[in-house]
């Protein structure tokens, strides 16, 4: 069988597996989950050493006639962009269900279906990254959100039920816009050769529209990714989508189906309509410089820890974006490592967040004084994972910051100077929330708080091992991406500016 395929019906047959166990047997449940995304994360990795670099085309190819009459199929495929948000999927899938031990409990619903909610999500997280037909993409776009809006309402806390209906309102309305540059695709392709939705065929209809159409169809895709990305000022369902969920549920949201919308900038936007992002480019790239320099600061003023690390990430999905929209090999390259890299750094933020908030029954950053003195472990996995989010050289998130300001200077340099101050705000609200929560006097409450278990300490080690190797080798991943990015870019007709510093020299 294929290996994408493989790779997505595994956690369905997990599903099916927990759905005959009684749902009184919760650990069986819980050992089942951790089972089959193990499972599913050795599939993952096998796959990546069968993946061959230096070819830019798609591989792992299946197709099979899925509604013939409409030209839809099931249609699946990956390159080295897709692969490498495809292994940050499925190797954050076990960690969270590891480190989210206790996270079904309290919930609306019993244990089984929160398992089970997670490992259809996770066949869907594969999905989306690996779909070539770009109906099949709509589907699991769209089916995604099923999931996530009962994990969010029916397992998060506080005012879980509106920030579900929040997060549900803001996607839907994007999935429509898309669906309708979607359906405009499928009519301007059966008057260009036959209706068809796979994204080789109609990445080559740009030369048959008009620039008018290709800017109306371009929007349709992109309003739909800025908001699932997100970025502003289409990111307000972010702050109250992660905070009430878990923190289990909050790492799966940032770290893998935002990047859903910056991976369509690449897949869909640049590939279907290179014209029309030529001409929105001025415009997206000053939407993400906005993005960088208003999140830091919603995150300086932040006083709840799960909406500090709701409000970084809007300012990290900012840089990705404009890695995206410089156009130039180095900010692509750079983007899509960042993608993988926030992943790992934003799971370790959360996870340790949600025990820190679990111990001590808070929320609250100036409620955690004094933890590295109580807690020494989870003290050190929060500072190391905050350094992390803060680009600090030898990290991970450092050399992707690093390729995207590089990347867009040669082309933006007024944006990435201003972009760069964003890095300054970083110091600040990742080292004032660090210093209030781990140094100083020991907050009254805090004397006998539990430091990590063993359970615990296995689930962050893989993150921080991750953050910390990549920090000092990236290669492994930038050998995969870095073709793939210069491809889409020579396809698309973009070249990397040529250097006129010392030219006549």
């Known amino acids: 069988m294929n290996a994408l395929t493989t790779m997505m019906l595994l956690p369905i047959l997990g599903t099916l597996l ?10 069986r449940i819980k050992q089942a989950a951790l089972a089959t995304t193990l499972l599913v994360a050795i599939s993952g990795v096998l796959t990546w050493f069968n993946f061959n670099a230096a070819d830019t085309s798609f591989q792992f190819v299946q197709s099979v006639a899925w509604i013939p009459s409409f030209g839809i199929n099931y249609a699946v495929g990956v390159d080295g962009l897709s692969l490498v948000l495809i292994l940050m999927s499925v190797l954050l899938a076990p960690i969270v269900v590891l480190a989210g031990w206790k996270e079904s409990e309290g919930g609306r619903w019993s244990a089984k279906v929160f398992y089970m909610l997670i490992l259809v999500l996770e066949t869907m997280m594969i999905g989306v990254f690996a779909a070539t037909d770009v109906f099949l993409f ?48 499928y009519v301007i392709s059966g008057a260009n050769g036959g209706h068809t939705f796979d994204i080789n065929k109609l990445s080559e209809l740009h030369n048959y529209m008009s620039p008018t159409t290709q800017n109306l169809l371009f929007l349709g895709f992109f309003i739909a990714f800025a908001i699932k990305a997100p970025l502003w000022p289409l990111h307000t369902w972010l702050p109250d989508a992660a905070s009430s969920a878990t923190p289990g549920t909050s790492v799966l949201l940032l770290g893998v189906l935002d990047k859903v919308g910056t991976f369509g900038m690449i897949r869909f936007c640049l590939t279907l309509f290179p014209d029309a992002s030529k001409t929105f480019t001025p415009i997206i790239i000053t939407l993400a410089v906005i993005s960088i320099i208003y999140g830091a600061f919603l995150a300086i003023g932040a006083t709840d820890i799960k909406r ?24 692509h390259s750079g983007a899509t490592l960042y993608m993988f890299n926030h992943g790992f750094s934003t799971a370790a933020l959360f996870i340790v967040a949600g025990w820190m908030a679990a111990r001590r029954g808070s929320s609250t950053i100036a409620d955690f004084g004094g933890l590295q003195r109580v807690t020494p472990v989870m003290a050190w996995s929060f500072f190391i994972a905050g350094m992390s989010s ?27 100077v201003i972009a760069t101050f964003g890095i300054v705000l970083a110091a600040l609200y990742i080292l004032i929330p660090v210093q209030k929560a781990l140094h100083g006097p020991t907050t009254p409450g805090n004397e006998n708080l539990p430091d990590l278990n063993l359970r615990e300490k296995i689930a962050i080690a893989p993150v921080m091992a991750i953050i910390i190797a990549l920090g000092f080798y990236p290669s492994p991943l930038l050998n995969v991406i870095n073709p793939a990015s210069a491809h889409v870019l020579e396809v698309q007709g973009f070249t990397d500016p040529i250097p006129t510093e010392g030219a006549g020299k």
């Open 390 to 416: 803060l680009a600090l050289p030898g990290l991970s998130s450092f050399v992707s910051e690093f390729l995207v300001l590089v990347g867009t200077f040669t082309r933006y340099p007024v944006a990435a």
């Open 138 to 185: 709509y589907v699991i776009f769209e089916a995604m959100l099923i999931p996530v809006y009962f994990l969010i309402g029916g397992y998060g806390s506080g005012d879980r039920a509106a920030a579900a209906v929040k997060f549900l309102l803001y996607s839907l309305f994007g999935g429509l816009l898309m669906l309708a540059s979607i359906i405009g695709l």
């Open 308 to 331: 500090l690390i709701a409000y970084t990430s809007i300012s990290h999905f900012g840089f990705i974006t404009m890695g995206i929209f410089a156009m130039t090999t180095q900010g």
């Open 18 to 27: 927990l759905a005959v166990i009684p749902s009184d047997q919760v650990l």
